[in-house]
Antibody
Framework: QLQLQESGPGLVKPSETLSLTCTVS??????????WGWIRQPPGKGLEWIGS???????YYNPSLKNRVTISIDTSKNHFSLRLSSVTAADTALYFC??????????????WGKGTTVTVSS | QSVLTQPPSASGTPGQRVTISCSGS????????VSWYQQLPGTAPKLLIY???QRPSGVPDRFSGSKSGTSASLAISGLQSEDEADYYC???????????FGGGTRLTVL
């Protein structure tokens, strides 16, 4: 069964760039049926979609974060990555990577990573 | 402020039926299908309902979903203590060209 695992620094300084990677195991990231995305959850708050990427490299970003977000994909390593620049304390959150199934019909986020906590602090 | 609107809390006693609402607009729920996610304490969200009313394999039939116009609902019948969790609705938004979520509903089993 396909699994997702987030990895990256747990602490980032203000104004610096947050970088996370999601490794896909027991499945191929080049499967044309799926998109791959990032979701975050600030402490005690709800879920926020950050952006999504297709194996071809096509991306969709949350308009509220678009100027600071880059999502990339490395099909040779079967992983995709998130970069969020100029971070502030408001970017402190639990970050999840997800698989998005049925994007054109029956869209859903059907596989989630366990999440990784990122704290922005000096 | 979330694009989709959910009540912040809901509650019920074991065996009861509870419903959680999710209100949107013509650019999201009115046009696209709704999915629901269950987040147990300290864990990642899990897909509970997709395409308004479809259950993934392994989700008990006590959970059901519906959609009408720009609103959707999640119903849980035969409430159990292990259903105590946060529940989120989500839909694709054609105006934002991205996913939008509800603010989440914390379900308490009394």
């Amino acid at each position: 069964q396909l699994q997702l695992q987030e990895s990256g620094p747990g602490l980032v300084k203000p104004s610096e760039t947050l970088s996370l990677t999601c490794t896909v195991s027991d499945g191929s990231i080049t499967n044309s049926t799926y998109y791959w995305g990032w979701i975050r959850q600030p402490p005690g708050k709800g879920l926020e979609w950050i952006g999504s990427i297709y194996y071809s490299g096509a991306t969709y970003y949350n308009p509220s974060l678009k100027n600071r977000v880059t999502i990339s994909i490395d099909t040779s390593k079967n992983h995709f990555s998130l970069r969020l620049s100029s971070v502030t304390a408001a970017d402190t959150a639990l970050y999840f990577c997800v698989r998005e199934a049925g994007v054109t019909i029956h869209p859903r986020m059907d596989v989630w990573g366990k999440g990784t906590t990122v704290t922005v602090s000096s | 402020q979330s694009v989709l609107t959910q009540p912040p809390s809901a509650s019920g006693t074991p065996g009861q039926r509870v419903t959680i609402s999710c209100s949107g607009s013509s650019s999201n729920i009115g046009t696209n299908t709704v999915s629901w996610y269950q987040q147990l304490p300290g864990t990642a969200p899990k897909l509970l309902i997709y395409t308004n009313n479809q259950r993934p394999s392994g989700v008990p039939d006590r959970f059901s979903g519906s959609k009408s116009g720009t609103s959707a609902s999640l119903a849980i019948s035969g409430l159990q203590s292990e259903d105590e969790a946060d529940y989120y609705c989500a839909a694709w938004d054609d105006s934002l060209n991205g996913w939008v979520f509800g603010g989440g509903t914390r379900l308490t089993v009394l």
